[in-house]
């Protein structure tokens, strides 16, 4: 097990947007816009100072209509409206200026974008939350994996870490903490692995959460998920803490939802919206 949940540092009553950093999510798709909308919601919920979502040009004005407290970046698409090759260069652009990225949400899945997901991570240096497709186009890639360029944060659902691991979900059931953590430990990455008692691992020291409900099972909360861990990191909290840190107060938001309305109806934007009344609650809570 590992230490007390960490907390957040209070913020100085001269705090600017530039102390809370900048978060850039690079994700979504024609198909899959709203995921990483939900990633941004999250992301703006938990604290970052900028968050800027960098989409291809098929779906930038949709994303762009979300939420008006995020900043977009339109980058080139191939014919099917995903993020293409040729938006490298933008997006290293964008990440001179980031404080942490994270990838994935709604991105979908192409040749393209497999190449593309192992290149950022084999070469951006700041600290990068991999989430849904981007941890798909990894689990052909162990060269990668082997080889981040800087802090890494993965967050699998079983699935997806079956995937990356070479496993069978059902191995992923039976066995989460040995895999999370012998995973985590080879490809010097933290661990997120998303479900009941969600793990936090980085090979070291290991977090088991213990908020949410079942009303999270529905799609788009992994995304709002991506977007807190990012947001905490753009906060300076280091890697692990971030993630530790956001998997409990994101599950700690669902069940206030839950409190109020129910399992059966919660939606991931519901999640999104009670983040700050989680964060009350933990700044509250005796240390």
């Keep these: 097990m590992t230490d007390p949940l960490p907390k957040l ?45 960098a989409v291809p040009s098929a779906c930038h004005s949709i994303v762009a209509s979300f939420e008006p407290s995020y900043m977009t970046a339109a980058l080139a698409c191939d014919a099917d409206g995903r993020i293409s090759a040729a938006a490298r260069d933008r997006l290293m652009e964008l990440v001179a200026h980031s404080t942490a990225v994270a990838i994935g949400p709604g991105m979908g899945r192409s040749k393209e974008l497999d190449e593309l997901v192992a290149d950022l991570y084999m070469h951006v240096a700041l600290p990068m939350i991999v989430d849904a497709d981007a941890l798909n186009a990894l689990s052909g890639k162990p060269a990668a994996l082997e080889k981040p360029g800087g802090p890494r944060i993965l967050t699998p659902h079983p699935g997806e870490f079956a995937r990356l ?3 069978t979900t059902a191995e992923v059931q039976a066995k989460r903490q040995t895999l999370a953590e012998t995973f985590a430990a080879w490809s010097h990455a933290i661990v997120v692995l998303k479900g009941y008692k969600t793990l936090i691992t980085d090979g070291k020291k290991t977090a088991v959460n213990e908020t949410g409900n079942p009303g999270m099972a529905t799609g788009g909360t992994g995304d709002v ?30 069940d206030r939802v839950s409190a109020e309305r129910g399992t059966h109806g919660m939606i991931a934007r519901d999640i999104a919206e009670f983040l700050p009344e989680a964060f009350l609650h933990v700044k509250r809570s005796p240390a």
């Design 9 to 53: 540092p209070a913020r100085r009553p001269d705090s600017h947007k530039g102390d809370f950093g900048t978060a850039l999510l690079i994700g979504g798709s024609r198909d899959m816009p709203g995921a990483i909308a939900l990633c941004g919601m999250g992301a703006l919920r938990s604290g970052a100072g900028l968050v800027r979502l």
């Design 225 to 254: 998920l991506t977007g807190v861990i990012t947001a905490l990191v753009c906060q300076k909290l280091a890697p692990f803490d971030a993630a530790h840190l956001g998997v409990h107060v994101h599950g700690l938001a669902a």
């Design 165 to 167: 691991a070479g496993v």
